[in-house]
């Protein structure tokens, strides 16, 4: 447990207990009032209530066979590029692209690169990317950006880092907690730090 979590963990233990003796407070006052304390809480309960995406949900069941790396490679998934790190902060890992999904579909169960990263034990899946060519795309669906359980793509326009035509993508955090959310490109949770090992 980092020093973060261990200070979150206890912050929410002084909340609770605080919270508990300010209601037996009111209910040995008599008091009938509800506690502004108690509804914040029960209103920060129902909003952090962790319950995934589907999306997230549909992804982390379909890829659960491919945890070993190489269960992937003889589904033909295979390393493109190197290990991916953000500009500023965090990173997305190695990315395995399956070519033969590149053919201007989305299925949510079937996404087109497998995301690992790369640890002192080998690759460790922690996320997916769909992807689509914008031009295929935006053809075939009246120029409609593609929608995949409700999360709208992201187009990434050319020219672009990984020197590929402009294309729409999302990324799924299926594997690893994203503090900045399940669907944002960089996860400061994942590193490069073993890659090439």
Known sequence: MSAFEG????????LYWSRLISVCIALVGGVTV?????????????????????????????????INVNDARRAGYAPFLGCVTGPD????????????????ELHADQPQALIYEPSGNGLRLVGVEFIVDAATWLKAHNNTPPVLEGQVLQLVAA?????????????????????????????T?????HSGQ
């Open 7 to 14: 200070f979150a963990a206890n912050m929410r233990n002084v």
């Open 189 to 193: 949770r994942v590193s490069c730090e």
């Open 34 to 66: 509800a506690s502004p304390l108690l509804a914040q809480d029960h209103a920060m309960s129902m909003s952090n209530d962790h319950v995934p995406a589907r999306l997230v949900q549909i992804v982390h069941s379909a890829t659960t066979k491919y």
């Open 159 to 187: 020219p672009n880092r990984f020197n590929l035509p402009t294309f729409f993508e999302i990324h799924v955090w299926a594997w690893r907690d994203n503090p900045l959310g399940a669907f944002v490109d960089w996860n």
């Open 89 to 104: 902060f965090g990173a997305m890992g190695v990315h395995y692209v399956n070519g033969a999904l590149l053919n201007g």
